[in-house]
């Protein structure tokens, strides 16, 4: 969230749009708060947010695009979003393979 909040004070609010559009885009899979659960050995309440997200996530995607799409953005505006998308799938992809990487509780890796 650090270069979210960079880029809303130093740059423009739009930025926080890329954030939400890359999380928007990418629902996780239905099964995937179980399957961290069982991997990490974390309680499945900890994954509550993901399950949520899955379930709740339908068309929101379509919605936000329509959205961005209707807003007069600068091309500075619109390149701070892609950064911010960008950045955010970055930040995600390196939690997961942190977390796939990680040994489990029994000192295995999953």
Do not use: C, K
Request: proline share 8%.
């Amino acid at each position: 969230m650090g270069a979210q909040y960079y880029w809303i004070e130093h740059g423009h609010p739009v930025a926080l749009l890329g954030y939400i559009a890359a999380l928007e885009g990418n629902a996780p899979a239905p099964a995937l708060a179980g399957r961290l659960a069982r991997e990490t050995g974390l309680p499945r309440a900890a994954f509550e947010t993901v399950r949520l997200h899955a379930d709740l996530d339908d068309g929101h995607s379509a919605d936000l695009d329509r959205l961005v799409g209707r807003l007069p953005l600068d091309p500075a505006q619109r390149s701070l979003v892609g950064v911010s998308a960008l950045h955010t799938v970055t930040v995600l992809a390196e939690l997961f393979d942190r977390i796939a990487t990680a040994p489990t509780p029994t000192g295995e890796r999953p």
